[in-house]
DNA sequence: TGTTTTTGTTAGCCTTCGCTAACATTTTAA
DNA sequence: TTAAAATGTTAGCGAAGGCTAACAAAAACA
């Protein structure tokens, strides 16, 4: 079953908020996602529909065994993209949020699994001491230790929710 | 002004149109949209108010300035991504044009010029003669050369229109 | 425990962008 | 030159996914 971008995104916000906190609120979602309550209540009749979470009028509010996978893959489709983009292309990391959560409805599971490989060996090249200069901007070590050192300064920046 | 995706894929309908036909018609663009021509109908007005096109009813349709301007750029971002997807990932062709089209409105000028420029860099990797066997996979000559053969096979499978 | 504040819901509206049905215009060709 | 075919337009519907206004329920607290 195909989910929209917009139910994507709130599939992935609920999983982040149910790993830092108990329960889940409305308000919660509408905060982290930058809408409404009310558009946050009807997109969850329709999640719940789809049996993504479990959820009553007043009541709690969790991801489903099924929503949960889906979460879980959708993060995943993002946090590969944000790496490609800030580690690889060297994307100012906010913008590269920005656009990686756009982007990752479009991308199926198989090509993020292939973006995930190549980012792999990419970073991996430098192992194979090509015997170029560090300085060469062409060199692969040089290309693995910025892109590592770029990664690092992102994720070392990041604030907690 | 910022375009929605669909608006975009008018203009760049358009645009390929206008280079294969001396007048751009409704049903040109329905058809090679796949939508109705009520639906193209009421874009071009649209896109008309948006001065991106010259419309009159029953008239004809061309881009303006702007709007062939705006077309360029779309076709560019499509195209880059396919070469990345395509070229670098080893994406299908087809599944990469259909995962380029939906990704490009997600991307920023700059960004596409990001990637453009790595790709550029990653092709001519092989330039510098590591000196691995041809057969080694990470071997970033042999990267450029089956990197440009699936260009190349990709490009020549092509269908005119 | 009763009142205020916070949280959640309902109803109904708006925009985007598809669609169908019905009709108008233009083009083609007999 | 007029009838048929092709093309284009109008009107109005529907789904998605936002929004505000108004109200209901729950929680906090005095």
Redesign the interface.
């Known amino acids: 079953m195909k989910l929209t971008s917009s139910q994507e995104e709130y599939l992935k916000t609920i999983y982040l908020l149910e790993k830092n906190k108990q329960k889940v609120r409305v308000t919660d979602i509408a905060q982290k996602m930058n809408i409404t309550k009310p558009s946050v209540n009807k997109a969850l009749r329709i999640l719940k529909d789809l049996k993504l979470i479990n959820y009553e009028v007043y009541g709690n509010i969790e991801l489903t065994k099924e929503g949960r996978q889906n979460a879980k893959e959708i993060i995943k489709k993002q946090d590969t993209l944000e790496i490609f983009?800030i580690g690889?292309?060297?994307?100012e990391k906010k913008?590269?949020e920005e656009?990686a959560k756009?982007?990752k409805?479009?991308?199926?599971k198989?090509?993020i699994e292939?973006?995930d490989n190549?980012i792999t060996?990419i970073l991996?090249?430098g192992d194979?001491k090509?015997g170029?200069d560090k300085n060469n901007e062409?060199c692969?070590s040089c290309i693995k230790i910025t892109a590592r050192e770029r990664l690092k300064k992102a994720k070392d920046s990041e604030i907690k929710i």
């Open positions: 983009l690889i292309l060297e994307i913008q590269a656009e756009a982007i409805h479009a991308m199926s198989e090509s292939k973006l190549y060996k991996d090249l194979l090509c170029y062409k692969r």
